[in-house]
């Protein structure tokens, strides 16, 4: 499956921006979903994950409140709302594939992955 994001920008903090993932060549009906991200000089924090049919999501602590996940699977595409934004939320948003039915909502672990998409949201 190819992932490919799009929506990163810069925003101030406080703004929104919605984040989108249009997958092809598989169904993502199929797959646990999930959104990564990357600060520069950190490492990756699991920011949210969504189930199959889309009826349970996960959240890390520091984005909960803030950001939402959904899907439309007869789009084929992934979601991240994000709002309430704050300087540390600047980092590369990776969009993620979870091709295994075994997996937990929040396992970390992910088969595919997108090129990501910037996010810079300044003070």
């Known amino acids: 499956v190819q992932l490919v994001e799009s929506g990163g920008g810069l925003v101030q903090a406080g703004g929104s921006l919605r984040l989108s993932c249009a997958a092809s060549?598989?169904?993502?009906?199929?797959?646990?979903m999930g959104w990564i991200r990357q600060a520069p000089g950190k490492e990756r924090e699991f920011v949210a994950a969504?189930?199959?049919?889309?009826?349970?999501?996960f959240y890390a602590d520091s984005v909960k409140g803030r950001f939402t996940i959904s899907r439309d699977n007869a789009e084929n595409t992934l979601y991240l709302q994000m709002t309430s934004l704050k300087p540390e939320d600047t980092a590369v948003y990776y969009c993620?594939?979870?091709?295994?039915?075994?997996?937990?909502?929040?396992?970390?672990?992910?088969?595919?992955w997108g090129q990501g998409t910037q996010v810079t949201v300044s003070s």
């Open positions: 969504i189930m199959r049919n889309g009826d349970s999501t």
């Open positions: 993620a594939a979870d091709v295994s039915r075994w997996r937990s909502l929040a396992d970390t672990t992910f088969d595919y």
């Open positions: 060549g598989r169904l993502i009906s199929n797959y646990r």
